[in-house]
């Protein structure tokens, strides 16, 4: 199952190709079985998690949360306005930007990370097959902007 909660107003996103995304990365990550949740948020609600549980008070894309119970991945905030604004930063629309926050939540809630020594070479892998897959499907048109995350 895959949740999905808009409560953002200033930047369209279509949310039945958001959902399309989101399931066709859990398959690819061999999770298809499990829920997750998004939250499409504003600024300010991303800037006051942000603030409470890593102690950065700004806005940041994305917050993920893992869950500690059987079939869940976990939940993830999305920053809307923030993917926006890095979105002007590329000259792409945010369509091309918001898959690559959908693959990079999904391989932490999976289990990724690119905190480790040898980790990073193995989340950058999941990453690249997933989009590789969400562009075969026809979900995924960001061509030459996957750089984007190694920025951080």
Known sequence: MIKVRNTQRKISVDLDVFRKQVGA????????????GYWLAS???????????????????????????PYDL????IGVQYIARRAEHYRVPVSHVLPLVVVHSLCHLA??????????????????????????????????????????
């Open 74 to 77: 976990g939940d993830v905030l």
């Open 25 to 36: 990365v859990k398959r690819t990550l061999g999770r298809n079985e499990y829920c997750v």
């Open 43 to 69: 600024d300010r609600t991303l800037q006051r998690f942000n603030k409470e549980y890593r102690g950065i008070n700004k806005p940041t894309d994305a917050l993920s949360f893992r869950a500690d119970i």
């Open 111 to 152: 289990g990724h990370d690119h905190d480790h020594p040898g980790s990073e070479e193995k989340m950058h892998e999941a990453e690249g097959k997933a989009l590789a897959d969400l562009k075969e499907l026809g979900l995924y048109h960001g061509e030459g902007i996957e750089d984007i995350y190694s920025t951080y």
